[in-house]
């Protein structure tokens, strides 16, 4: 079965520390990849989505990753955090021919301390 | 913007209960998804709706049902409700060919 992992189930970082969260997939054939975050009492929102063409995504807020796809994944950065950057952060494939499923990772909880 | 509404935000029910969780998209999506969020586990599907009465089990179905006799609604049923069952319920929809999911703000869920 194909599976997404995300490498920390917690990260905690100073604020203006650089970020980078770990997600690889199973996956062999052509995928889709997002990061979602979901902030403290709020819905999951997309961050950024990779399709096809340049491997570096830049997403909202100063987030961006990369599509590495001979390590099979697809990592989060954002080069100085801020204190709002506090949330869940998910990573999820989805196989190109699917029209429905999204495979999720666990989930890794950032805490920024102020 | 595209909004999906669930009902609740949290809900408190008795072991042995019959439970309705709902979902309203406002963005005529074809796709509709229940999925149930615990700690460390991340975001597990229970069912998933591509049209109109059209429903396919997803990973964890077991001890739940769901209906969709509109394209907009999309409903959740714990036949009886159990303890294992306490958690927070996401809904969200989608529609091809974009994979993109919406989610809704989710129903926190306690079985007591």
């Known amino acids: 079965a194909q599976s997404v992992s995300q490498h920390n189930h917690h990260v905690i970082l100073s604020e203006a520390a650089s970020l980078e969260l770990g997600c690889n997939y199973s996956?062999?054939?052509?995928?889709?990849l997002f990061w979602y975050v979901q902030y403290p009492g709020q819905h999951l929102q997309l961050l950024l989505k990779?399709?096809?063409?340049d491997p570096l995504v830049k997403g909202i807020k100063g987030f961006e990753a990369e599509f590495i796809k001979s390590k099979f994944s697809f990592n989060l950065r954002k080069p100085s955090v801020q204190w709002s950057d506090t949330a869940e952060y998910f990573c999820?494939?989805?196989?190109?021919?699917?029209?429905?499923?999204?495979?999720w990772g666990a989930g890794t909880k950032l805490i920024i301390k102020p | 913007d595209v909004k999906v509404t669930q009902s609740s935000r949290y809900l408190v029910k008795r072991t042995g209960e019959k439970v309705f969780l709902e979902c309203v998209q406002d963005?005529?999506?074809?796709?509709m998804f229940w999925y149930r969020q615990d700690p460390g586990l991340g975001l597990r599907l229970i069912y998933f709706?591509?049209?109109?009465?059209?429903?396919e089990k997803g990973d964890i179905p077991e001890g739940y049902s769901v209906s969709r006799e509109k394209k907009e609604r999309f409903s959740l049923i714990l036949e009886s409700a159990s303890t294992n069952q306490t958690s927070m319920y996401l809904c969200?929809?989608?529609?091809?060919?974009?994979?993109?999911?919406?989610f809704g703000q989710g129903t926190r869920l306690t079985v007591v």
């Open positions: 990779y399709f096809s063409g």
């Open positions: 999820a494939v989805r196989e190109r021919k699917s029209n429905y499923q999204l495979i």
């Open positions: 969200a929809s989608s529609s091809p060919p974009g994979p993109e999911a919406f």
């Open positions: 996956y062999g054939g052509t995928v889709n």
């Open positions: 709706s591509y049209d109109v009465k059209m429903k």
């Open positions: 963005m005529d999506h074809e796709n």
